[in-house]
Every structure is written in C-alpha cells, then in structure tokens.
C-alpha cells in the first residue's frame, strides 16, 4: 500500500466494490479501513481523514496501536481471512 497525504496507505483492489445503499460521505478515523468509490481504491487510515463523500468505512483495525506502524512501515500487505 502506498501513502497518501501523510494520512492513509491506499491500493487498488481488483476489481470496483459495489457502494450501493452506502453512506453517502464518511469522516475517517485513525485505525478505519475504507473504499473511495470515486478512485475505486481503498484506504487504510493511519491519521484521522477529512469528511469525504463517496468514502465508505469498510471495518477497522482491532487495536488501534497499531495506526502508527501504518505510518512508518516502509511496505504494508492485507490479507482477508474468514
């Protein structure tokens, strides 16, 4: 994931999510995993976002500690688990 703003780590998923009955603007918090509809990426959030429409909160981090090693890692990787 890159950084972005000195605020979140982004990547482009593989393919678009569906937004469909989602809110409509969302205010990021440091720890929030979200999608920006507009860019089709998502987001990790290291630093508290400003408001932004079309930005959908998707979950986030258990411990939120853990919101300082997304700014200074030098590579980040996500994998879903079920």
Known sequence: MADFHRTERIADPPRKLDTAGAPEASDP????????????????????????????????????????????????RIEAVS
């Open 29 to 76: 918090k440091a720890g929030d995993l979200a999608y920006y509809a507009p860019w089709g990426n998502l987001a990790f959030f290291y630093r508290d976002g400003e408001h932004s429409p079309g930005l959908v909160i998707l979950g986030r981090l258990d411990n939120t500690g853990d919101t300082e090693r997304l700014a200074t890692a030098g590579r980040v």
